[in-house]
């Protein structure tokens, strides 16, 4: 039996490692699935609002079904690729026609240039290569993103002998050789060598920094080929181990390079911040102000012109976020850090769009190949020591090819209270719930009206519906059932338009979701999906509502549980109505038409204040 056991284990490990042998670690293409049908990107007025992360898995593209075989991968990245580029950063071209490339070996490694050629214009990389100082090669490389060219071997801000003890060759990427890095700074960029080849583009405008810079770190790896084949001074270049690193602004270039080009094995993204792994949703959710979201990132690095329309609440409707971004990448390795000491880089949302990446990578069975590192006690950019050996073994893994390395349950965040009662699964636990309702919505609104909030919803048509129950949430994942409002289709079912109107008080500080519950006739219940409203702000401490009524009832919320008294007097000054011990709420019914006044005592001071009301 014992034997048999053995055996089994021996045939299934055989297996899954035929699995994985199917799902490459890089391709020699900048992108595979070019060919893939393109999806529909339409205008943000078309689009509905996603209030958790959007499901990575399902199509755009009419027609295609949500799938979880790595066989569909390719084309749902490249739908994921145009939307980013639609929303985010503007279109990354392809390969101009014209690239040449020369190698010039000197001291240390030598000098690559490379020279791209489109619409009449010249565009130079010069990059200084650091080679190995033993051996022949071809060594794995990494690209080291840099400000301006420098003399030593570039690796961003990972410590240089993490590559040069591994005899890892690197190279620069010099970004302003493209567009120049104005350190927040909207300036216009007409006048930089990328936007002189691409005229239609505009910056600030309908492209960002980040669609240029990636097209550089592609147009850079070309010339890698191009020189790792010239007949004489070959650059002694593994194609198929590249690696790309950088810090902060840079660390969203590395992202963004790896997620647009398919010849990177492992990407590096270190401190990224807002704009490169962490969620745009999330970062909305945090106070105002203190991490960088779509209300004041930097908006030469991304597409003003596309993306400014979706701040605010507005992020709701954006139809992707940045664990597609770091997805994009898969199945090639990533890994990416934090530094809790800065919250501008909003580690929170970094930690739960990491939880949700791997939790894309593990659909796929490559977990390994995604591992992030969120911590604090240094400084922006300055790698700890507790940091090396995990950046140290996807380097092995993933630029050497040792195999035996375990990188799979790299995944650290700070151990603490506000890190540990982050509900990171909320914001992924729905993907493939595959909800179909018996009834065709063609629209579901919910929309604050002063302490109350109004929903509304037209069905087309509905089959074997005995009703709806409104659900309220505080947290988008405990339902609290609200009134039932009964079906208006004779016998539940209608093939025509039936319109649906429920106001709830609502006079909470915080977000509320609501969504609607159907009932079959048999009791069966499915639900739509939810929609956010945000809470009340009270400009004073009482809120009056409606003003003017046009139903006789009047509504009166207070910011404080303190008792009060209330009197309400007609225009002639006789009181009409007195209430006594009143604390949060009030509802002033019977109102004949005509002009009051509400006067509100406290019993804590005795202070007064009048409020004047119309009723029609």
Known sequence: MKSKFILVTVILNFFYLGLLAQIPLVYGFENTGSNCTPPPLPAKSQLSPIFLLPDPFVFNTPGKARSTQFKDWECRRNEIR????????????????????????????????????????????????????????????????????????????VPTNVFTDRNIATIEFVHDQVTQYAAGAQVPHTADPYYQMYPNYTCPGNTGQYSAWVWGVSRLIDGLEIASKATANPLPIDLTHIGITGCSYAGKMALYSGAFDERIALTIAQENGGGGAPSWRYNYTLPSGTVEDLDNTDYSWFAKDRLQQFKNDSVYYLPEDHHELMAMILPRALFETGNTDYTWLGNRSNYVDAMATKQIYNTFGIGERFGFYIDGGH?????????????????????????????????????????????????????????????????????????????????????????????????????????????????????????YEYTTVNNLNTVSFYRIMQLDIDNKQKFSDARQIKGIVFTNKVMIYPNPSSTGEIKIIFADAGVKQIIVFDAAGRKVQQFNKVQNFLSVTQLKTGTYLIQISSDADGSKTTHKILVN
């Open 82 to 157: 145009s939307q980013i580029e639609n929303y985010e950063i503007g279109p990354k071209p392809p390969r101009p026609d014209s690239i040449t490339a020369l190698y010039v070996p000197g001291q240390n490694g030598g000098m690559l240039t490379v020279v791209v050629r489109k619409n009449g214009k010249v565009l130079n990389l010069t990059s200084h290569v650091s080679l190995p100082a033993t051996g022949t090669g071809p060594f794995p490389v990494v690209i080291g993103i840099a400000l301006a060219n420098g003399a030593g071997p570039a690796s961003g801000s």
């Open 379 to 499: 400084g922006h950019c300055t790698m700890p020591l507790n940091q090396i050996p995990a950046v140290s073994a996807y380097v092995d893994k993933y630029l050497l090819g040792k195999t035996n390395v375990i990188t799979d349950t790299i995944m650290i965040r700070p151990q603490t209270t506000e890190f540990d009662t982050i509900n990171y699964k909320k914001w992924y636990s729905q993907w493939g719930a595959n909800i179909v309702l018996p009834i065709q919505i063609k629209t579901f609104n919910a929309e604050r009206k002063g302490a109350g909030v109004l929903i509304t919803w037209l069905t087309v048509a509905e089959q074997n519906n005995k009703g709806f129950i409104i659900q309220s949430s505080s947290d988008g994942i405990n339902w609290i059932n609200g009134d039932f409002i009964p079906s208006k289709a004779v016998n539940g079912n209608s093939t025509t338009d039936l319109n």
